[in-house]
Structure formats: C-alpha cells, structure tokens
C-alpha cells in the first residue's frame, strides 16, 4: 500500500472513496463533514437519511463506518466514520484506530483501491495531531486492506508535516 499525506482540500480529491469525519448523525456538521456535505450536494444527506432511517436509526457509533454516494464530489464514495473525541483522562486511541481500520474494511467491501483520509478527530473533537497522527499512519500501515493507495489530505501544513513525518515522507 502507498501511503502518503499533503496539503489540500479532501473534496477536490479523485480518488475511489473520500473518508469524512463524521458526526453520528450523519446529518452534517462543521469541518470536513460540512464541507463534504455542502460540495457533495443534496444526494450524500439522502442517503445519509436513509441510513439514519434503517441500520443506523440512533446515529453511527464512535469507531464504526458506513458509505454512501459521494453525490458530486469527484471520488464514487464517502466512507463516512465517527471519531471519539479526545480525552485525556481516558485513553480512547483504540476508537481512532477503529475508524481507520473500519474506513478501510468498508473501502475493502466497495472495491475501491484509492481511499484519502482527513486528519479524523482532530478538529473540534480535540484529538492532539501528534498522537492522531501515528495512530492514523500505523492503523493503515498495518491493516490487512486490498486498497492501493492511502492519501492524508490535511488542511494545513502542520498537520501535513506531522503525518509525514509519521509516514516517513520527505
């Protein structure tokens, strides 16, 4: 599997499947769920509703993911997963690796072969970069997955900076 992080916009990525860092409503939000929804249109929060009405009627759980249409968003699918949100009196990096490791079993089911990844919890949910980072970067190292190509699509430098680094990317 290639692996590699850079800078940029995860909406504008063409790959098989994007991975939004959903709430567990699956409704939309802020950050990347916002901004996957908004640029996907209408047809991602249908089949987001549709989710909600049937397998999923609580909301999807922290570490679980699921896909729906990427409506038109140049990838074929959104890979939508909840992220726990940080904590530091308890140790909740076995949630953050789930939903890597769920992200690609999902992408697995699919056949997609190009997944790109956003930096998941570490927005308003708190996650520090730096342990997300390697978390994120060894749960796809490892992960016994047929995708070809995994893409950290961050939003700023540091953050980029950091996963590369886990990577070990120049």
Known sequence: MRIAAERGDITEQHVDAVV???????LGG????????????REILDSCRELRAGDYPDGLPVGAAVATTAG????????????????????????LAS???EALRVADSL??????????STGVYGYPVEEAAEIAVRTVRTADS????????????????LFAAEIGQD
């Not at 939004?20 to 699956?26: I, P, Q, R, V």
């Not at 056949?111 to 998941?120: E, L, Q, T």
């Not at 047929?146 to 900076?161: G, H, M, N, P, Q």
């Open 146 to 161: 047929a995708v070809e190509t995994v893409r950290f699509v961050l939003f700023d430098e540091r953050t980029r900076e």
């Open 20 to 26: 939004n860092a959903a709430n567990s409503t699956l």
């Open 72 to 95: 038109r968003l140049p990838a074929h699918w959104v890979i939508h997963t909840v992220g726990p949100v940080y904590s530091s009196a308890e140790d909740r990096s076995n949630s």
């Open 99 to 101: 939903c890597h490791g």
């Open 111 to 120: 056949g997609a072969r190009s997944v790109a990844f956003p930096a998941i």
């Open 30 to 41: 802020g950050g990347v769920d916002g901004a996957i929804h908004r640029s996907g249109g």
